[in-house]
């Protein structure tokens, strides 16, 4: 029997109403997807593409249209499919007055969390984060990098099975964007489920099995990093201590070539970066198809709803 997927995403379709009679946005149309237990997976488009309201959907913060988004096998329309859940949003507030350990002990009492348990979770948390040395210091004195770290430790605080990450490095500079990077390799060898969106394309390329491109609210890409960014109708050769001459025959000579070791053959890799841009303003310059359900008046309408 096959492990439920930590995410399943059917066929998801959000259409918000637009203003001053222009009917139905489509911000989502017909997304599909899954993430299996134990995998990071990155979902990447451009602003307004429809990311965040897929993450808001399985989120069960806005409800489906159409289609359905299941969390271990439980809607995420439902209470309980959240139990296993933890969630950075982009902005996440705090409050300034507190310490960082009143900050995560805070969130603790919220799922239930006390005594010994509570004051154990929180160092234990502080010192995954890097923020034990700054336990006692006001969040108001917090840089965006830490501010962002503590926002990981009260995600973690239940112990979820997933966690959902929305720009988690967004305005961290680079140091404290790597120690969030090397968290996020932390939480995955510990068997964490991470689902995360970001315009950090280099970011998402380095800690992602799997990566989805959303655009104008539709899938146009989705799969394992290494297929996507594998150039296909290429063959690349890598030769140790090569002579000139060898290149001109490569295949027959490397067997025969003393001191020559072929290393590798298969497809060279693209960025994630190229793919992305490929896949986005090459669909720009064709003719856009409105994504809109019944517009009143007949009259064009750009995508109005933010993702």
Known sequence: ??????????????????????????????????????EVYGLIGPNGS????????LLGLVSPSEGSCAIFGRDSTKVDSRQDVGFLPENPYFYKHLSGEETIRFYGRLCGMKGKALRDRTMELLTLVGLEDARSRRLGGYSKGMLQRIGLAQALVQDPRLLILDEPTAGVDPIGSRQIRDLIFTLKDRGFTVFLCSHLLEQVQEVCDRVGIIHKGSLVREGPLEELISIEDQTEIILRNATPGLLDSIRDLTS???????????????????????ETMERDQQEPEELRCEPAGGTETKEGARS
């Not at 025969?256 to 590798?264: A, K, P, Y």
């Open 256 to 278: 025969r070539e003393e001191g020559v070791q072929l290393i590798r053959t298969g497809n060279p890799r693209t960025t994630l970066e190229r793919l992305f841009l490929r």
């Open 50 to 57: 429809g990311k965040s309201t897929t993450m808001k959907a």
């Open 1 to 38: 029997m096959s492990e439920t997927p930590a995410v399943q995403v059917n066929s998801l379709v959000k259409d918000f109403k637009g203003s001053f009679g222009q009917g139905l946005i489509r911000a989502v149309n017909k997304v599909s997807f899954e993430i299996a237990p134990g």
